[in-house]
């Protein structure tokens, strides 16, 4: 029997066994650890199930306990009594006049109840906004119902009829109290230039300063404390400070602490409905001036903030320097404009005037800023159809977008969709990685990329992104054998996942997976082969994921140098 016989019936022994291994017995011991896999998945499942109903009954405690912690008193009959005297003192806090309450019925729901309360008064729009602050500052569960408001002028800031209606809501659970904040007395009489008060059963106040407390009509803040001497600003709030007399009460009030300044501001409802308050605030033109593009009609609506309505219809007059083409209504306050397809790119400044009725004097001159910009382009997404993705490999792929204002634009890229599991993408890159795990679905998933410029407005655009999730080949592709055909070495590659073989000579190239290479030196027991800038060496038995780096160098000299001499 010749050399060349001898090894062709090795091989062939060869192969007779691996796949007797392969079909017989591999399945007999690997069924019990794939079964025992899927019950390890299947109840990692279950575990998972159960954190996430931990987390939520959690998630629910903590808003029960922050509910019970800003409740009325739970007894609804304690919380009615309560809750009505508070909103009455802060009424009259609020300088309304003449509160009338009417008590609504308590309604439960389920481990609440229900507390409405109406308040009929009048006040201006100013005492109006300041209750509604105050409301807003105090941590009750509390919403507004209904707020009605009548003015009998349209001029000048008169006493609006109001009309308020509150619910309260008392908490089961909540800590028992027959008060709806702490108290104590004052310890001894007080002026109204004293800075420091002396108190008497003040247990349930903070031990940390600073904090507000009210006595009668006046807010106080106190700033320090020393056992129950207390240092205070007298006050707070816009109220005026009073003389108060021994055993008066002295009450919390668990507001925000500052200056008015710093407190919220008036609630929407109520902000400018009929008339001018005269602490408004200064006069000045507004407008939402977006930015004007080169090329294209721009317009913006001016108005005057606290025109004083004795000054009649405010009239609207651009003044000089104003660029050509730029209109201006007098009446309506419309500004518009098409800037030419050359005007200078930046900030321009525009002049504009309001005058009143027969005046001929402006009331106010201000210079509007606007920012002139080019064009915006839309940027466009360059996406192939499919994108291969191997299980259990990571994985990454760089989406690229054209946009002919760059680099004057920036570029953001977002995913949206049914986002597989793991799969990020770097927003200022643009580039999408994944890591898929074993458990993972084969088949395609798709998400839509978004790419957004940074021009105003922002342009966009969106694109399918299709990924094929495939088993890695590569993997299961082993080094399995050389031959000999016609004096020239041939290497197999044989995928076990799909029983396919592969046949590559020297000078040949091959794709498996993601791994690409061409075949360098075929040697009995090994396979030299070139990807990309590193050459790699395949041991006989190896797969294709276990190739390790070699250098060229060694190649060389350790084979043909330039890969054309015939083996035998």
Same mark, same amino acid.
């Given at each position: 029997?010749?050399?060349?016989?001898?090894?062709?019936?090795?091989?062939?022994?060869?192969?007779?066994?691996?796949?007797?291994?392969?079909?017989?017995?591999?399945?007999?011991?690997?069924?019990?650890?794939?079964?025992?896999?899927?019950?390890?998945?299947?109840?990692?499942?279950?575990?998972?199930?159960?954190?996430?109903?931990?987390?939520?009954?959690?998630?629910?405690?903590?808003?029960?306990?922050?509910?019970?912690?800003?409740?009325?008193?739970?007894?609804?009959?304690?919380?009615?009594?309560?809750?009505?005297?508070?909103?009455?003192?802060?009424?009259?806090?609020?300088?309304?006049?003449?509160?009338?309450?009417?008590?609504?019925?308590?309604?439960?729901?389920?481990?609440?109840?229900?507390?409405?309360?109406?308040?009929?008064?009048?006040?201006?729009?100013?005492?109006?906004?300041?209750?509604?602050?105050?409301?807003?500052?105090?941590?009750?569960?509390?919403?507004?119902?209904?707020?009605?408001?009548?003015?009998?002028?349209?001029?000048?800031?008169?006493?609006?009829?109001?009309?308020?209606?509150?619910?309260?809501?008392?908490?089961?659970?909540?800590?028992?109290?027959?008060?709806?904040?702490?108290?104590?007395?004052?310890?001894?009489?007080?002026?109204?230039? !004293?800075?420091?008060?002396?108190?008497?059963?003040?247990?349930?106040?903070?031990?940390?300063?600073?904090?507000?407390?009210?006595?009668?009509?006046?807010?106080?803040?106190?700033?320090?404390?020393? !056992? !129950?001497?207390?240092?205070?600003?007298?006050?707070?709030?816009?109220?005026?400070?009073?003389?108060?007399?021994?055993?008066?009460?002295?009450?919390?009030?668990?507001?925000?602490?500052?200056?008015?300044?710093?407190?919220?501001?008036?609630?929407?409802?109520?902000?400018?409905?009929?008339?001018?308050?005269?602490?408004?605030?200064?006069?000045?033109?507004?407008?939402?001036?977006?930015?004007?593009?080169?090329?294209?009609?721009?317009?913006?609506?001016?108005?005057?903030?606290?025109?004083?309505?004795?000054?009649?219809?405010?009239?609207?007059?651009?003044?000089?320097?104003?660029?050509?083409?730029?209109?201006?209504?007098?009446?309506?306050?419309?500004?518009?404009?098409?800037?030419?397809?050359?005007?200078?790119?930046?900030?321009?400044?525009?002049?504009?005037?309001?005058?009143?009725?027969?005046?001929?004097?402006?009331?106010?001159?201000?210079?509007?800023?606007?920012?002139?910009?080019?064009?915006?382009?839309?940027?466009?997404?360059?996406?192939?159809?499919?994108?291969?993705?191997?299980?259990?490999?990571?994985?990454?792929?760089?989406?690229?977008?054209?946009?002919?204002?760059?680099?004057?634009?920036?570029?953001?890229?977002?995913?949206?969709?049914?986002?597989?599991?793991?799969?990020?993408?770097?927003?200022?890159?643009?580039?999408?990685?994944?890591?898929?795990?074993?458990?993972?679905?084969?088949?395609?998933?798709?998400?839509?990329?978004?790419?957004?410029?940074?021009?105003?407005?922002?342009?966009?655009?969106?694109?399918?992104?299709?990924?094929?999730?495939?088993?890695?080949?590569?993997?299961?592709?082993?080094?399995?054998?050389?031959?000999?055909?016609?004096?020239?070495?041939?290497?197999?590659?044989?995928?076990?996942?799909?029983?396919?073989?592969?046949?590559?000579?020297?000078?040949?190239?091959?794709?498996?997976?993601?791994?690409?290479?061409?075949?360098?030196?075929?040697?009995?027991?090994?396979? !030299?082969?070139?990807?990309?800038?590193?050459?790699?060496?395949?041991?006989?038995?190896?797969?294709?994921?276990?190739?390790?780096?070699?250098?060229?160098?060694?190649?060389?000299?350790?084979?043909?140098?330039?890969?054309?001499?015939?083996?035998?």
């Amino acid at each position: 029997m010749t050399q060349r016989e001898k090894r062709l019936a090795t091989l062939g022994a060869g192969t007779l066994a691996v796949t007797l291994v392969y079909y017989v017995l591999l399945p007999m011991f690997l069924a019990p650890l794939r079964d025992r896999d899927a019950t390890i998945a299947s109840t990692r499942v279950i575990v998972e199930g159960l954190d996430d109903k931990e987390i939520g009954l959690l998630s629910a405690q903590r808003r029960l306990n922050e509910s019970r912690d800003n409740s009325l008193p739970p007894n609804p009959v304690d919380a009615q009594r309560e809750y009505q005297e508070w909103l009455t003192d802060l009424a009259l806090l609020s300088n309304w006049r003449e509160p009338k309450i009417t008590l609504g019925s308590r309604t439960p729901r389920g481990a609440m109840t229900a507390i409405p309360i109406t308040i009929e008064a009048h006040a201006t729009l100013d005492d109006v906004n300041r209750f509604l602050r105050r409301l807003e500052a105090t941590p009750l569960m509390q919403r507004v119902v209904h707020l009605q408001l009548d003015s009998p002028s349209f001029d000048g800031n008169p006493q609006l009829a109001v009309e308020l209606t509150m619910e309260g809501i008392a908490v089961a659970g909540a800590a028992p109290r027959t008060r709806l904040f702490p108290t104590a007395e004052l310890a001894e009489d007080v002026d109204a230039d !004293d800075t420091t008060l002396t108190v008497r059963n003040a247990g349930g106040f903070p031990k940390q300063s600073p904090f507000i407390i009210r006595l009668e009509h006046e807010l106080v803040e106190v700033q320090s404390i020393a !056992d !129950d001497t207390w240092d205070v600003v007298r006050g707070a709030d816009g109220t005026s400070a009073a003389k108060h007399a021994e055993s008066d009460t002295v009450e919390l009030t668990p507001m925000r602490v500052g200056p008015v300044a710093d407190q919220p501001h008036p609630l929407p409802i109520v902000h400018r409905l009929f008339v001018r308050a005269p602490d408004a605030g200064p006069l000045q033109i507004t407008a939402d001036l977006k930015s004007a593009v080169r090329g294209t009609e721009w317009t913006a609506e001016l108005k005057v903030q606290n025109w004083d309505p004795q000054s009649g219809t405010p009239e609207y007059r651009l003044g000089s320097g104003t660029p050509a083409g730029m209109t201006l209504d007098a009446r309506s306050g419309t500004l518009k404009w098409t800037p030419p397809a050359d005007y200078a790119i930046g900030k321009l400044s525009v002049p504009v005037a309001v005058l009143g009725d027969g005046v001929d004097e402006p009331v106010i001159e201000q210079n509007l800023q606007i920012d002139v910009r080019r064009p915006n382009t839309a940027p466009q997404l360059e996406t192939p159809e499919t994108l291969d993705v191997w299980l259990g490999r990571p994985w990454e792929y760089t989406v690229t977008a054209i946009d002919s204002d760059l680099p004057n634009d920036k570029l953001t890229y977002s995913v949206a969709g049914e986002v597989p599991e793991g799969l990020q993408i770097n927003g200022e890159t643009g580039v999408v990685s994944w890591s898929p795990s074993a458990e993972a679905n084969l088949g395609e998933s798709q998400v839509e990329i978004t790419v957004a410029d940074s021009g105003d407005p922002s342009e966009t655009d969106t694109r399918t992104l299709t990924m094929r999730l495939t088993d890695d080949n590569a993997l299961y592709t082993y080094f399995v054998g050389t031959v000999i055909d016609k004096g020239k070495p041939e290497a197999w590659l044989y995928d076990r996942s799909t029983n396919q073989r592969t046949v590559v000579r020297e000078g040949e190239e091959f794709r498996i997976a993601d791994v690409t290479g061409k075949v360098v030196r075929i040697r009995e027991n090994g396979l !030299d082969v070139e990807s990309g800038d590193q050459t790699y060496r395949l041991e006989l038995g190896q797969n294709l994921r276990s190739w390790t780096p070699t250098s060229t160098e060694d190649v060389r000299v350790n084979g043909d140098p330039d890969g054309s001499s015939d083996r035998s």
